[in-house]
Every structure is written in C-alpha cells, then in structure tokens.
T-cell receptor
Framework: DQQVKQNSPSLSVQEGRISILNCDYTNSMFDYFLWYKKYPAEGPTFLISISSIKDKNEDGRFTVFLNKSAKHLSLHIVPSQPGDSAVYFCAARAGGTYKYIFGTGTRLKVLA | DADVTQTPRNRITKTGKRIMLECSQTKGHDRMYWYRQDPGLGLRLIYYSFDVKDINKGEISDGYSVSRQAQAKFSLSLESAIPNQTALYFC???????????FGPGTRLLVL
C-alpha cells in the first residue's frame, strides 16, 4: 500500500514558467513533509519542508503548499530554470517516529 | 569532503555471494538509515538505527542485515545475494532535533 503517491512520473516545463509537482498521502498521522531533489549519480538532497501546523512554506523560488483536508501537498518552482531538471521526491513522517515514507518521484525537465 | 560517504559506489556480484556496503558520516548525527531505490518504486527503508545499540527493521528488511559499528558507521550486508536485490542503495543520516535526512551518493549493486 503506497502511503505517499506521486502520480505524475514526469513533467516538462519551459524555462521561466512555473513548475508544479504534486504529492498525495493517505496516512492522517503524517505531520511533517519534505521535498528532495535528486540528480543522476547523486543522493537525494533536501529542498524544503513543511510541518502539518502550516499550510505554506516558502524558500526563494520554492514554495510548498499543504492541504491537510485533501491530504495533498504540492511544490511550486517559480521561475523554473534548466538546473532544476532532476527527479523530485516527496516524503512524509508520522509524528513520534523518524521513519520517512517516500513517494516514487517525478522527473522534471525544464526546457531552455 | 562529503558528509555522508558510501563504499563501494558500484559493485557487481554473483548470486549467493556475501556482500557488505559501508556508510560513514562526519555530521555527528545519531540516526542512520539504509534505503534502496528501484525504478518506479521510490526509496524504501531497509533498516534504521537511532544509536549504536538501537537497530530497527524497515519495510523491506528480509535478506539484509546491518551493523552499527560506531556512531559514524553503519554497514548493510547481503548474506546471500539474489538478483532481485539489484538496486541503488542509499545511506542517510539525521539528528534528533531535525526532520531532514542527509543522503550519501549511493551504491549501485548488480547481482548476476
């Protein structure tokens, strides 16, 4: 049972436009959510996170939105740059644990 | 120097062989994790350790064992490798005060 789902395996966006990556979860006990970016031949690197007590967190060009009632989060990248081309994973953690459940990833390609 | 290192980076082995993957970290974190990544399945947790004396199974621990030799070292062993253990393996660390995990560069394992 996939508790964290990224239903779009890939996404292509023109440089300068907005990229929106989506993630859905099923476990209402999740209280902390993270986005990671992964380049080929490298490990995932932390991008941005959000606690369940918030509905938005912003860091430069990256904004994560959390809709708890819909069990949905999204990552917005504005403006998108070719260097943003990578695989993006969302991850979730249940309160009181340090076990993270990862989605299957979305491959973003930003076209110059 | 990288904060989380993994050796080897690539390994080819034969069915039935014993193999060990090693992870070292210089971040001073107490928590360490082993994940595997398969195409279309994201990252799945194999084992995790909250300190030297604490080892816990993840969601896919069958066929694997681990050893936490020191706070900075966490090894993953395949006692008798099989082809469906062919995957990309990541080590990660985190500390008790942060939700963020820091990943190593990965070990690509091929079992023939």
């Amino acid at each position: 049972d996939q508790q964290v789902k990224q239903n779009s395996p890939s996404l292509s966006v023109q440089e300068g436009r907005i990229s929106i990556l989506n993630c859905d979860y099923t476990n209402s006990m999740f209280d902390y959510f993270l986005w990671y970016k992964k380049y080929p031949a490298e490990g995932p690197t932390f991008l941005i996170s959000i606690s369940s007590i918030k509905d938005k967190n912003e860091d430069g060009r990256f904004t994560v939105f959390l809709n708890k009632s819909a069990k949905h989060l999204s990552l917005h990248i504005v403006p998108s740059q070719p260097g943003d081309s990578a695989v993006y994973f969302c991850a979730a953690r249940a309160g009181g644990t340090y076990k993270y459940i990862f989605g299957t990833g979305t491959r973003l390609k930003v076209l110059a | 120097d990288a904060d989380v290192t993994q050796t080897p980076r690539n390994r080819i082995t034969k069915t039935g062989k014993r193999i060990m993957l090693e992870c070292s970290q210089t971040k001073g974190h107490d928590r360490m994790y082993w994940y595997r990544q398969d195409p279309g399945l994201g990252l799945r947790l194999i084992y995790y350790s909250f300190d030297v004396k604490d080892i816990n199974k993840g969601e896919i621990s069958d066929g694997y064992s681990v050893s936490r030799q020191a706070q900075a070292k966490f090894s993953l062993s395949l006692e008798s490798a099989i082809p469906n253990q062919t995957a990309l393996y990541f080590c990660a660390t985190s500390d008790f005060s942060q939700g963020t995990q820091y990943f190593g560069p990965g070990t690509r394992l091929l079992v023939l």
